[in-house]
Antibody, heavy 120, light 108 residues
Framework: QVQLVQSGAEVKKPGASVKVSCKAS????????INWVRQATGQGLEWMGW????????GYAQKFQGRVTMTRNTSISTAYMELTSLRSEDTAVYYC?????????????WGQGTMVTVSS | SYELTQPPSVSVSPGQTARITCSGD??????AYWYQQKPGQAPVVVIY???ERPSGIPERFSGSSSGTTVTLTISGVQAEDEAEYHC???????????FGGGTKLTVL
């Protein structure tokens, strides 16, 4: 079945970087855009940016420009999101999501989420 | 920056109708999407393109749009509908995605 499987939880110190992976299966990885969304505990969803897995083109939310990089490795159907200069406010669950089922632009397939904790 | 505004919470009794609104200046131009999220789980799309319902989503879920406000309606609310609901749309240029702050639906 179509699914996105993310890497495990991370604990980082302030100022460090984190790289989260998102492995796609059950469909052609290069066919559908991947988005990244994060959610701090008890808070709403926050869109971070998108990547076209075929071209590698990206678009980032203004808030994260300069700190986030989205990449992919098509040979292993995996997308990556790297966030640098981490601070405590970056503590959140990070999700990858794909537009896969033809529901307009809906994020219809989500990974299970990766908890990133930033603490000294 | 562009914002979508949702009420923080809505409470209804089982069998009643719940309405959750989402307001934003670009909503007349851009489609809205609604997601249901239960604790510890990833979001699930329940309405796409303002009013379309994915297969597998119960008919009691519906969406509508009027001007700068979109509304998610859940008719005959059931206990299993208790969750956080998030609206999503794009800015007026279609460049950026934005989510509302989320609405906690409590079934009394």
């Amino acid at each position: 079945q179509v699914q996105l499987v993310q890497s495990g939880a991370e604990v980082k110190k302030p100022g460090a970087s984190v790289k989260v992976s998102c492995k796609a299966s059950g469909y052609t990885f290069t066919s559908y855009e991947i988005n990244w969304v994060r959610q701090a505990t008890g808070q709403g969803l926050e869109w971070m940016g998108w990547m076209n897995p075929n071209s590698g083109n990206t678009g980032y939310a203004q808030k994260f420009q300069g700190r986030v990089t989205m990449t992919r490795n098509t040979s292993i159907s995996t997308a990556y999101m790297e966030l640098t200069s981490l601070r405590s406010e970056d503590t959140a669950v990070y999700y990858c999501a794909s537009k896969n089922l033809g529901l307009g632009d809906a994020f219809d397939i989500w990974g299970q989420g990766t908890m990133v904790t930033v603490s000294s | 920056s562009y914002e979508l505004t949702q009420p923080p919470s809505v409470s209804v009794s089982p069998g009643q109708t719940a309405r959750i609104t989402c307001s934003g200046d670009a909503l007349p131009k851009q489609y809205a999407y609604w997601y249901q999220q239960k604790p510890g789980q990833a979001p699930v799309v329940v309405i796409y393109k303002d009013s379309e319902r994915p297969s597998g989503i119960p008919e009691r879920f519906s969406g509508s749009s009027s001007g700068t406000t979109v509304t998610l309606t859940i008719s005959g609310v059931q206990a299993e509908d208790e969750a956080e609901y998030h609206c999503q749309s794009a800015d007026s240029s279609g460049t950026y995605w934005v989510f509302g702050g989320g609405t906690k639906l409590t079934v009394l």
